[in-house]
């Protein structure tokens, strides 16, 4: 029992960050405010799904959020470098949270229409897009260089728990609420957990920006464009990302898949919305390992190719709680590959670029799903829900491979080699 416990605790997740008071803050807001995001999306692809009975019109949420996602995240890494960044978290979260408030209103007035979720949606993403490589820039200022792995699995593994259970909840609540009461409950709930992420970034101390920071503009953010070119191993692992996401993810395709196989009801869409985020959490509870793997160019390219077909493999089942499995399979690649991505990429970003690198990273983590709801909304039009579903997993399970071995540099990749 002895000998036992020590490699226990080495399989486990490392909690080490949370020591730190101001990352302490700011993962308890994050974790309260994402969980009642998920009430937001859950309802509105289910009420868009309720207006027009259509996949393509739940696709278009897909396209409305990522214009906005890939100009603002630019542009919010840009002055994340350059003003202090304390400020501009602050300042892009109030942005996100008014869409949020006036999709609570318009639930609770009757007044939603397609057009009016568009345009919330799109406003409600510019905020996040600002806000979102601000906070990720933050971290290793808040934990420091030596937490930076486990902080990151950390964020990754509270994230995607917040996608298990708020999923969860969002499908109980619209089960239970009919109508519109279920969606008006949904947003206020959103809106009202949102304010504790408010007051974590309130509690946060400065951050002000590097000495030698140039004021935000053209030219600075043409210098980050010009680090990443010059770091190959970047570029690389941001390709594979999109590869995953936009060809492979199947969410935009649940509450279609949910009214045809599954009788409609909200719990199914509920499970289908969290059973990724499932898959992603226990892989995180079981982390341990992953900080010690050291052919992480290898294991990025197997877990992207292990995430394709797992989704391929999922829109066979017909039972739902198979397809909750092999997503949550398929999501336990993805923690993989994202813990990768991410702390190679601060690890090679000097302070004073990470805002602007954030803001590319941001472009395609945030941005690519919302192209993949696009792709996977169009092509179910075409060629029907299980054909868009299957055919993306397979097509990305081959595009991962191709990448991999037409990017050696990638595959051999190492944390004991510098990175070039």
């Known amino acids: 029992?002895?000998?036992?416990?020590?490699?226990?605790?080495?399989?486990?997740?490392?909690?080490?960050?949370?020591r730190h008071p101001a990352y302490r803050r700011v993962?308890?807001?994050n974790a309260v405010s994402f969980f009642g995001a998920q009430f937001t999306a859950v309802a509105v692809p289910v009420q868009m799904y309720r207006l027009t009975h259509s996949s393509l019109w739940?696709?278009?949420l897909g396209l409305v959020?990522?214009?906005?996602?890939l100009i603002f995240s630019i542009w919010g890494g840009a002055y994340a470098d350059a003003i202090d960044r304390r400020r501009l978290l602050l300042v892009s979260s109030v942005i996100a949270w008014v869409p949020t408030i006036a999709l609570f209103v318009l639930a609770l007035t009757g007044l939603a229409g397609p057009g009016w979720l568009l345009l919330a949606l799109g406003a409600q993403t510019i905020g996040f897009a600002v806000s979102a490589p601000t906070r990720q820039s933050i971290l290793p200022r808040l934990v420091g260089?030596?937490?930076?792995?486990?902080?990151t699995t950390l964020n990754f593994t509270m994230v995607n728990g917040t996608q298990i259970f708020g999923p969860l909840a969002a499908g109980l609540l619209l089960a239970t609420f009919s109508g519109t009461r279920g969606l008006t409950v949904a947003y206020g709930l959103d809106a009202l957990l949102f304010t504790v992420s408010l007051w974590a970034t309130f509690r946060l101390p400065e951050l002000p920006a590097h000495e030698h920071a140039a004021p935000a503009g053209w030219h600075t953010i043409v210098e980050g464009l010009g680090f990443l070119v010059r770091t190959p191993i970047l570029l690389a692992s941001f390709a594979v990302d999109l590869v995953a996401m936009v060809?492979?993810?199947?969410r935009a395709l649940f509450p279609q898949l949910a009214a045809e196989r599954f009788g409609g009801n909200g719990a199914a869409v509920g499970w289908l919305y969290a059973a990724i985020a499932i898959g992603t959490v226990l892989a995180g509870l079981t982390s341990g390992w992953i900080s010690r793997v050291r052919r992480q160019g290898t294991w990025l390219i197997a877990a992207i190719i292990g995430w394709g077909l797992a989704v391929a493999v999922a829109g066979l089942a017909r039972s739902l709680w198979l397809v909750v499995v092999l997503l949550g399979v398929a999501g336990a690649a993805d923690l993989v590959s994202a813990v990768f991505r991410n702390t190679i990429m601060l690890e090679a970003c000097p302070?004073?670029?990470?805002?602007?690198v954030q803001g590319v990273r941001t472009a395609v983590v945030v941005g690519g799903p919302r192209l993949g709801d696009l792709r996977a909304g169009a092509t179910a039009a075409a060629f029907g829900v299980?054909?868009?579903?299957?055919?993306?997993?397979?097509a990305c399970a081959i595009v991962a491979l191709l990448l991999g071995l037409g990017v050696p540099s990638l595959m051999r990749y190492a944390r004991t080699e510098p990175v070039r």
């Open 247 to 250: 060809v492979a993810l199947p």
């Open 351 to 356: 302070d004073e670029l990470r805002g602007r």
């Open 65 to 69: 959020s990522f214009v906005p996602m």
């Open 1 to 18: 029992m002895t000998t036992a416990a020590p490699q226990l605790r080495r399989l486990l997740i490392d909690l080490s960050p949370l």
């Open 386 to 394: 299980t054909g868009a579903w299957v055919g993306g997993g397979l």
């Open 145 to 151: 260089e030596d937490d930076l792995a486990p902080a």
């Open 27 to 29: 993962f308890t807001g």
């Open 58 to 60: 739940v696709g278009l």
